[in-house]
């Protein structure tokens, strides 16, 4: 029946004298209005129930900073404008796992060996997808060399095969005989795009419990982005430079040439002979391919997925979503799983490496929930390795709030959706070993994460960690800004003093 004809119904009952029939419309109305709005918000309504049910998700927690110079405004998670904007979004994440379902998976890794789990492949090799080491495509070549896997009870050990620790042998050589408390800090970081601080607490309920009660990690509640898109953010993060310097002294985002020449970070680490890695996960939308940019002419770290994810991606088809899937994995499941296995594998070998997803939610706002227990189990795997945390630095962010959206999304440019974007989460861990050393560390973090920060403080951080494991030389002559977040930032320090543009600001007075 129609909702005219309901709508009638409910009124004239209403209208009656009876105080009974009365509260009984109430209840009728009430009943409709909630089965209604759970067939078209369910999952934000069990998402709203999951925030409740945590201590971590007070709103002391999830909102953001209140100094004396300025204060950002309260975000609602569940807002109205939001859950129109997104309603579709959980029919498009029941159809990825179903397309990466149906991907069968004719391989296994489980401790260093690899077994053929499809008994219908027969005389199958494993050869190395790389890049030549000088490449002006920055694309990949396969190996010339296959070597067989044999049968599929004994595997193939894979651990000390050529192709996966040659590079890496003068680096592992230069570390092993070194006791670990010689050795400098690692670091990690995460950077989730295109994801502000509102989207992470709303959509990663599972990974931010987990971080929080689990991990400890230290939640900064006022952390900004230093534009959009990424390479406003990416630039500072990465080399401490403003994006409007850089082009005049470097090459513009537009410009045909190559990045190899520009201060990276790991640049620094890699003097310091830690082993360096960069892995993104979609080769169209690379932060230094994108558009008419030319990458890199000599690969820029010893570990860089762009070769593997290039070659995955020339094999499967765009339009129907299999390149996201690698075989019942996703994407971001398999990338994480790769940067597990190389933390493992090295770690008692100094790294600094950056990961930095941008599936699902670059492509389609509201749909980061879908990853949430893909995120939650990766930092699960860490939580129980003492090693890691032991010497490892690990940070989570992201570069910006949302920013790419589609015709029918318009979130991103609403009163929340505006605020949104101008503040991104940061969680810092630090190495169980430097919370022994340095306890006052510890402290000037937990100080930092209740003031205005920036990108430009994670670079300076960066630097900090370098400095502490040896001398480097200075990578660019150009200023860079920020304060480390392990030394004490003052409580009165201003936006314009951290360096964030004013276009980038949520604060009122």
Known sequence: MSGNFWQTKLFNLYNQRSVLCKFSAVVVCLLI???????????????????????????????????????????????????????????????MKEICASTPDFSKLENNKLYLTDTTFKNCCVTEVTRKWRDSLDNYILSD??????????????????????????????????????????????????????????????????????MNFVNFRGHHPLGEPTQNNAMPMLMGIQRSVFKKEYIDYNEQKFWDETPFIWRSFNELNYLTGYFEDDPAVGTFNYGRQLGFEVQPTHLYTRPLMAAHTDGTNYSDYKQYCFGHRNV????????????????????????????????????????????????????????????????????????????????????????????????????????????????????????????????????????MSGETAPLTNLTTYGSSLLEKIPRNRTCKEARIPETMLDQKP
């Not at 990690?188 to 971080?211: K, N």
């Not at 430009?456 to 400095?467: E, G, N, P, S």
């Open 33 to 95: 209005f909630v089965y209604y709005g759970y067939l078209r918000f369910g999952v934000f309504v069990d998402l709203k129930k999951e925030f409740l049910r945590r201590e971590y998700f007070s709103d002391d927690e999830i909102n953001g900073i209140s100094l004396d110079h300025c204060k950002i405004p309260l975000v609602e998670l569940n807002n109205p404008e939001y859950l129109r904007a997104y309603q579709d979004i959980p029919t498009l994440m029941d159809e």
């Open 145 to 214: 060399s296959c070597v067989q896997i044999g049968n599929h009870n004994n595997g193939l050990d894979v651990a000390h095969m050529e192709f996966i620790e040659g590079r890496l042998k003068p680096k592992i050589d230069f570390w092993k005989n070194q006791s670990s408390s010689e050795r400098p800090y690692s670091i990690f970081t995460l950077v989730i795009d295109s994801t502000s601080r509102a989207e992470f607490f709303r959509s990663l309920t599972q990974t931010v419990d987990h971080l929080l009660s689990t």
């Open 332 to 467: 971001i499941e398999f990338m994480l799983d790769y940067h597990f296995e190389t933390l493992l594998h090295l770690s008692e070998v100094p790294t600094f490496q950056v990961t930095w997803p941008c599936w699902i939610q670059h492509n389609y706002g509201g749909s980061l929930s879908f990853l949430d227990h893909t995120y939650k189990n990766f930092f699960k795997k860490i939580s129980e390795n003492s090693q890691i945390l032991e010497n490892a630095m690990l940070v989570v962010v992201s570069d910006h709030g949302f920013y790419k959206t589609t015709p029918t999304d318009g979130y991103a440019v609403t009163h929340g959706g505006l605020l949104e974007r101008r503040n991104v989460p940061l969680f810092v861990r630090l190495p169980d070993r430097l919370q022994r050393e340095h306890p006052e560390m510890v402290e000037n973090l937990k100080w930092n994460s209740q003031l205005i920060t920036s990108h430009y403080d994670i670079y300076q951080t960066f630097v900090q960690i370098a400095k």
